[in-house]
């Protein structure tokens, strides 16, 4: 849960539309999609409405995947811009990406 801009944000896992939810008031507001591997998750697309942005939903998304793959002992591959982003202006999170995951803007 996190609440920034007077919004109170659940986010809840939707395994069955491999996403992790965000809802405010009950009502979706956001997603994050991803698929589990072995080792690790990959955050592939988040997806929050253009008049929500900026509102720490996407934050709030991103924060509740990496608790999800640390508690599951994963370390997560940031496919997604936003995650990718996110994860650069929170360096604390660095120890969850996986050593191998392509870092956007890297060449391979």
Request: net charge negative.
């Amino acid at each position: 849960m996190a609440v920034q801009e007077g919004l109170t944000v659940h986010v809840t896992d939707a395994p069955d539309l491999s996403r992790y939810e965000a809802r405010v008031d009950g009502e979706l507001v956001g997603y994050t999609e991803y698929r589990h591997h072995d080792d690790t998750t990959m955050l592939a697309r988040t997806e929050v409405p253009e008049e929500l942005q900026n509102k720490g939903i996407g934050a709030a998304l991103a924060r509740f995947a990496i608790d999800a793959a640390r508690k599951a002992g994963k370390r997560i591959e940031p496919a997604d811009p936003f995650i990718a982003g996110w994860l650069e202006r929170h360096p604390e999170h660095a120890d969850m990406v996986h050593e191998k995951a392509i870092r956007l803007g890297e060449e391979t």
